[in-house]
Structures are given as C-alpha cells and as structure tokens.
C-alpha cells in the first residue's frame, strides 16, 4: 500500500476496470500505506491480512482467513502482484479449489532470499498465468523460471488520457520557481524512488561533467527514499548545490515530465518503468540505461537514447547530443508521444488485461 510502480499500477488498474463485468476485491498483506485509503475512496472493498513472514502460526491463520474468503465470495480469479502474494495468495487459492490464479512477475533482478526465490518458482508451477509487464521480462521467466511460453502474458503499464496534457504555462513556472530553478534553465527531470538501484548517482557525475560546458543545466530529482541524505551530500561534494533541486514526493497529476525539458532513468535494474511511459505520453525524449524492460519502451535513435547501466561517460554524451539538438530533442519527443498513445494508453492496455481475465476463466471451465 506504499507509493511504487508496481503498487500504483495496481490501484490505477483497479480503478479501471469495468464495473459492469467485474466485481473486484483487493486483498493486502499489509493495513497500512497512503493507497489504502485511495481503493476505499473508490469503493473497492479491501480485506487486510497483515503477514509479516510467509511461515509461522500467524502465517496459517491469515490463509485460513483468505481461503474462506475466496469460497464464501466465490472468486473466480485471484491475480498476485508482487512475490509475495505469488507464494501466499496461489497456495491459498489452490486450497478453495475455484479460482483461476494469475501470478505476476514485475521485476528484473532475483528476490535475494533463496528460499524466497524457489517458493515463488513452485507458485509459478501452480498459478494458470505468469502476467508480465514487459516483453524482456516474459522472456527471463521462460528462460530462468521454466515456464511455458503459452502459459506467460505480457501486459504493460500504461498512463491515463490525462498524462498527455501539459498543464497551463504558469503552473510549470510555479513548480520552477519553488525549487529555486532560474527561469531560462535547461531541465532534466527524472521521477523516480530515491534507492541505490535507480542510481542517481551516476546522474549527478554527469550532471557536473556537463555543467561547465552548459551552465544553463539544471536536474530536478522528485522522489524519496533512503538514498536521499547521501544524494544530497554527493550534489555538495560535486558543486551541483543549487544545480540539483530535490523536489520530493509528489502527485502524479499533472504529469510531472511535462515540467522538464528532458527525462532520465539511470537505474541498474528495471522491469517496465511507469516513469519511461509517463515520459513518453509528455512528449519529452528521453536519455536512460539499457536494462531490463526499457527497451522494450524506449526505441532508441528513435524516441530516445539508451546507453550502457554504470556508464557515466556515454550517459552524460546521450544527454549532451540532446542538448546540442533541439530539432532531434523534438523529433523524438513526438515519436515518443505517439509510441505511448499506440501502446501505453489506459484504453488500450485495460482491455488487454479483461480480455486475458475471461479467457483464462473460459479455459477452467471447459
């Protein structure tokens, strides 16, 4: 119930979904998290099962609890976002005998626990579906987790109507303007959790070796996280104070990359970033690491610039051709707006997602 791409994508798909086929149910491992309150200003019922370890007597009593849920409300389909409720919510499921059991894969690198990792391979072996966001990711759980290729979808993230519309002039001149960023700036944006993986560090060594060349430059990080004290002390040690602008958590409506002149992810590990698609459907080109799913996002030459993860060099090169090029910076904002419109659009992917639904549902009652 905390703020995340895979924990947003959620609740942006629940709020989605149509009503007139789908009585929808959330269930959380968790009581607590500010998009606890979101699914019930919606109307979503939420039953809470806090679980704090997948083993133990209290583990035994919260899938009672689930098990006698699903029976007594009939459910049909039970899909898991994240790891754990793959391990928790399939064996539950597969006790009430009834449903169809989606398991999901949302994520790139291993979980670090091995027992973790082999429980949710055995939930892979149980769940009718492995649901992935991206095409590289379906193609590690066949290769890594030896699951059939018929037997893994791919469903991607997606934005809302409301992401391509820039907001008003004078909004973007406000938000500027509470950072502390000069008017005639160059901005570079990046929205992501400020983590080691994300690596913003890398972002802030090449912030500094592009900005005596281009004083203009300026980096906006929005996002929180453990990282952030160290982030803020490296800009210092850099010269980057003043430079880098740390803008914290915030609504991601208006979309936040219509603020920005240019949008970066410089993560080590990513499966399907929502912050790429957001990018996008702003119409802003986009400079970020080759992992994970990102190809799958970004073309590069084409609606971006994708370079090797821990290369600071060839990342600060991508963003300064960008700069050098406004014609090529405009080139590929519009690729990439339209490259998100024909496939990351809510209208197209929600229905996607309905659609496997009921065909899963069709083939267990055969």
Not at 224 to 240: F, I
Not at 318 to 333: H, N, Q, T, V
């Given at each position: 119930m905390d703020i995340g791409g895979t924990e947003l994508n959620a609740v942006r798909t629940a709020e989605r979904l149509d009503p007139s086929r789908f009585a929808l149910s959330i269930v959380s491992l968790c009581d607590h998290g500010p998009l606890l309150a979101r699914y019930r200003d919606r109307g979503i019922p939420v039953l809470c099962l806090p679980l704090h370890r997948l083993h133990g007597s209290h583990a035994v009593r919260q899938a009672v609890r689930l098990v006698r849920f699903l029976t007594r409300e009939r459910v049909d389909i039970v899909h898991s976002h994240d790891v754990y409720n793959n391990v928790f919510s399939t064996l539950c499921s597969r006790l009430s005998r009834r449903p169809v059991v989606i398991a999901s894969r949302r994520w790139l690198d291993e979980v670090p626990r091995s027992s973790l990792r082999t429980a949710n391979r055995v939930a892979y072996r149980f769940a009718d579906c492995v649901l992935t966001n991206s095409e590289s990711i379906a193609e590690l759980v066949v290769a890594r987790e030896r699951v059939r290729r018929s037997r893994v979808a791919v469903v991607p993230n997606f934005v809302d109507d409301q992401a391509f519309v820039p907001p008003p002039p004078e909004e973007r001149a406000r938000f500027l303007f509470e950072l502390?960023?000069?008017?005639?700036?160059?901005?570079?944006?990046?929205?992501?959790?400020?983590?080691?993986?994300?690596?913003?560090?890398?972002?802030?060594?090449?912030?500094?070796?592009?900005?005596?060349?281009?004083?203009?430059?300026?980096?906006?990080?929005?996002?929180?996280?453990?990282?952030?004290?160290?982030?803020?002390?490296?800009?210092?040690?850099?010269?980057?104070?003043?430079?880098?602008?740390?803008?914290?958590?915030?609504?991601?409506?208006?979309?936040?990359?219509?603020?920005?002149?240019?949008?970066?992810?410089?993560?080590?590990?990513?499966?399907?970033?929502?912050?790429?698609?957001?990018?996008?459907?702003?119409?802003?080109?986009?400079?970020?690491?080759?992992?994970?799913?990102?190809?799958?996002?970004?073309?590069?030459?084409?609606?971006?610039?994708?370079?090797?993860?821990?290369?600071?060099?060839?990342?600060?090169?991508?963003?300064?051709?960008?700069?050098?090029?406004?014609?090529?910076?405009?080139?590929?904002?519009?690729?990439?707006?339209?490259?998100?419109?024909?496939?990351?659009?809510?209208?197209?992917?929600?229905?996607?997602?309905?659609?496997?639904?009921?065909?899963?549902?069709?083939?267990r009652v055969r």
């Open positions: 502390g960023v000069p008017t005639d700036s160059f901005v570079v944006g990046c929205v992501a959790s400020l983590r080691p993986v994300k690596n913003h560090e890398l972002l802030l060594h090449a912030i500094a070796n592009l900005r005596a060349r281009w004083p203009a430059l300026h980096l906006v990080l929005v996002g929180e996280g453990d990282a952030r004290p160290s982030l803020e002390a490296r800009a210092r040690q850099l010269g980057l104070a003043g430079v880098v602008h740390f803008a914290g958590l915030r609504p991601n409506e208006p979309n936040l990359h219509h603020l920005f002149d240019l949008s970066v992810l410089s993560s080590r590990s990513e499966a399907l970033p929502n912050s790429l698609v957001e990018a996008m459907a702003a119409g802003r080109p986009v400079v970020a690491t080759r992992v994970g799913g990102v190809a799958d996002v970004v073309r590069d030459g084409e609606t971006g610039l994708l370079v090797a993860p821990g290369d600071v060099d060839a990342f600060g090169r991508a963003i300064e051709s960008l700069l050098r090029d406004p014609e090529l910076r405009s080139k590929y904002g519009r690729a990439a707006r339209e490259r998100a419109k024909t496939t990351f659009q809510a209208r197209r992917v929600i229905p996607m997602l309905e659609s496997l639904y009921l065909a899963l549902l069709r083939e």
